[in-house]
């Protein structure tokens, strides 16, 4: 019996890997996280500022604490990003209980009129606009 010993990354994982190249994941994490970002467009709160219950990114992705429990460890990271005009990246697993780490793109989101310079764009082209 022969054994198919072939592997499929997807994009969004060699995303991953590429961009965070101290990032120590397994094959079995990175089959199951997915590379996904934005320009934050609202950020909603709970009853008070430490509880961050949910934002909305420009190209219609979002986050929400109750789906994402993980989501309050990276609130300070997120509101930097709001307040700054930073485009975000974050990896999150496919069943989106988990994320894994934040990375924020300085310049990239600033808001001329209606919409930031993210203007919906993937994670990945984020990327290429930060000059990594």
């Known amino acids: 019996m022969a054994i198919d010993n072939q592997l499929t990354i997807s994009s969004s994982t060699i ?19 997915t590379l996904e970002g934005g320009c ?3 950020m909603r ?23 994402t429990p993980g989501l309050k ?7 930097c990003a709001a307040k700054h005009g930073m485009a975000v990246t974050y990896c999150i697993s496919t069943d989106r209980k988990k994320i894994r780490m934040v990375n924020l793109y300085p310049c990239l989101c600033s808001c001329g009129s209606k919409e ?4 919906g764009r993937r994670a990945n082209e984020i990327l290429g606009l930060s000059g990594s």
Not at 45 to 67: C, K, P, T, V
């Open 40 to 42: 934050i467009r609202l």
């Open 116 to 119: 930031g310079k993210g203007n």
């Open 73 to 79: 460890d990276f609130r300070q990271s997120f509101e």
């Open 15 to 33: 995303d991953v890997l590429t961009q965070n190249p101290g990032l120590n994941l397994t094959l079995g994490d990175a089959a199951n996280f």
């Open 45 to 67: 709160y709970e009853e008070n500022s430490e509880d961050l219950n949910y934002i909305l990114f420009d190209n219609g992705n979002s986050l929400r604490s109750s789906q």
